[in-house]
């Protein structure tokens, strides 16, 4: 479902350039649960985000379903991003002002899917929330929240328009030990039940080990 080919990114630093990616090649069948690993620094963030559509290689190609993602206008590129693609990420980017339901429900209010009616919006929302074992916490705001139950609001809201891929960009990554279990054990649980495709980036061996195969980067490269 999702193939990037020679994928290179750079850095103009001042005079310098950085060669942060040096030609990598990946790709991930519907249905996978991948995860890159390496240390911090190693281009992992910047990879997640070219694959989802957020950040234009330098050189190389991304394709989603067959179509080149960064050959899409802006508009179909946000449609697609909006309804096939759900991001989580470490420091969660919850709107602290909205209640636990209210961000939950962000994304079916925005693009085609916003003329739904608010009520199946609601309980859209609302079974997502209680597949991730929050529905005591609907009227909570984010900031009332432990950091295990933010990331659990967070993957609620990328996954209640019902994505094909969820790309998670260290999402244990703020979180104690017993916390980060429960959300990889939830990510799990969305690929076996849903079939969603998962791609977790991060610098831990033993969430690494979670997946179904792990790409190791290293100087820029994928082994
Ligand atoms: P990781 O996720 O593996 O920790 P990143 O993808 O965040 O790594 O960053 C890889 C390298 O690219 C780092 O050296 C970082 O400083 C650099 N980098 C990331 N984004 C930018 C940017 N917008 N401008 C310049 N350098 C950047």
Avoid at 31 to 44: D, R, W
Avoid at 75 to 100: C, M, S
Avoid at 162 to 188: A, V
Avoid at 204 to 212: L, M
Wanted: glycine content about 10%.
């Amino acid at each position: 479902m999702l193939e990037a080919k020679n994928i290179r990114k750079g850095y103009k630093n001042g005079v310098k350039e950085l060669h942060v990616l040096k030609g990598i090649d990946i790709k991930v069948e519907e249905g996978e649960f991948i995860s890159v690993f390496g240390p911090s620094g190693a281009g992992k963030s910047t990879l997640l985000h070219i694959l989802g559509g957020l950040d234009r290689p330098t050189d190389g190609t991304v394709f989603l379903d067959g179509k080149d993602i960064y050959k899409l206008s802006e508009k179909e590129k946000a449609w697609t991003r909006n309804t096939k693609i759900g991001f989580v990420f470490q420091f969660y980017h919850l709107l602290p002002d909205f209640t636990v339901l209210e961000n939950v429900m962000m994304p079916l209010c925005i693009g085609k899917k916003g003329v739904g009616e608010e009520g199946q919006k609601k309980s859209r929302a609302k079974d997502i929330l209680d597949l991730v074992a929050l529905t005591d916490r609907l009227d909570h705001k984010p900031p009332q929240l432990s950091g295990g139950e933010k990331q659990r609001v967070a993957i609620a809201r990328a996954v209640v328009n019902r994505p094909r891929l969820l790309l998670c960009d260290e999402p244990t990554g703020n979180l104690d030990s017993e916390s980060g279990k429960q959300i990889i054990e939830l990510l799990d649980e969305l690929n076996k039940k849903n079939r969603t495709t998962v791609i977790v980036v991060t610098h831990e061996e033993k969430i690494a080990q979670r997946a179904d195969r792990v790409f190791r980067i290293k100087d820029g490269k994928i082994y």
